[in-house]
């Protein structure tokens, strides 16, 4: 297995050594020099000094091969869409992995097709709404090529849930119940699963769908 990962800083660094601990073989592209230096006290030959959207720089480091793997983590979300376009496109490498600094431009790596996507702040604000109760309903993951997301809803007294199993709910077209979680333990969602206040519900939608399941899971 061959990754080629453009952007050297704590994240593309981190997931090189952890690479290489594993036995892959990768190589890391860095435009930085003092970074680069770094990098190549620590990698050798394996790291590169270079602006990895440049195609000159792309195929040193041997993306005609081409890699398993593309890895765009640079702190630029343009470049990160034009190191992963280059990849899939002019090299026809099978999976890209793209960092999304700005969660604003998630929609554009979405245009473009490239997926999937890591976004530090949109993960780490996911964990802040798992930790506010006032948040009924909290957006846990994202599959966009499926189309499909997964959320959790807190079960409270006044849901006109509570007390009810799972096969006597009116779910809307698109969402399904995947789990409950009661007492810090989790079982799978069934028909006979009955629901109470204090549940902790993942369930999986279509987008969109939000609305319509917090009408049926929370207070009307």
């Known amino acids: 297995m061959y990754v080629l990962i453009a952007g050297g800083g ?9 690479l290489l601990r594993n036995g892959k073989e990768a190589t890391v592209i860095e435009q930085d020099r003092e970074r680069f230096e770094r990098l190549e006290h620590e990698f050798e030959h394996q790291a590169m000094l270079g602006d990895a959207t440049e195609i000159y720089v792309l195929e040193k480091a041997g993306i005609r091969r081409p890699p398993d793997l593309v890895l765009a983590l ?6 990160n869409m ?4 280059l990849a899939k496109e002019k090299y026809g490498v099978a999976k890209v992995i793209a960092r999304v600094n700005d969660p604003r ?3 554009h790596f979405d245009l473009l097709g490239i997926s999937p996507t ?7 604000m996911g964990l ?9 309903l909290v957006h846990l993951l994202e599959l966009r090529k499926e ?3 997964i959320v959790e809803v807190q079960i409270d007294k006044s849901s ?3 007390g009810k199993k799972v096969e006597s709910l009116s779910l809307p077209e698109g969402a399904r119940l995947i789990s409950v979680m009661r007492d810090g333990r989790s079982e799978i969602a069934v028909g006979s699963t009955e629901l109470q206040a204090g549940d902790q519900v993942l369930a999986i939608l279509q987008p969109g769908k939000e609305d319509e399941l917090r009408k049926v899971l929370l207070k009307r």
């Not at 640079?74 to 470049?79: A, P, R, S």
């Not at 034009?82 to 376009?85: E, F, S, T």
């Open 118 to 124: 890591v976004c530090a702040t949109s993960s780490v």
């Open 74 to 79: 640079t702190g630029d979300d343009e470049d």
């Open 160 to 162: 006109p849930v509570a």
């Open 128 to 136: 802040v709404e798992h930790e506010v109760p006032e948040h009924e």
């Open 82 to 85: 034009v190191i992963c376009q």
């Open 147 to 149: 189309n499909l997301e």
């Open 105 to 107: 431009n998630q929609a």
């Open 10 to 18: 704590k994240a593309g660094a981190n997931v090189m050594r952890t």
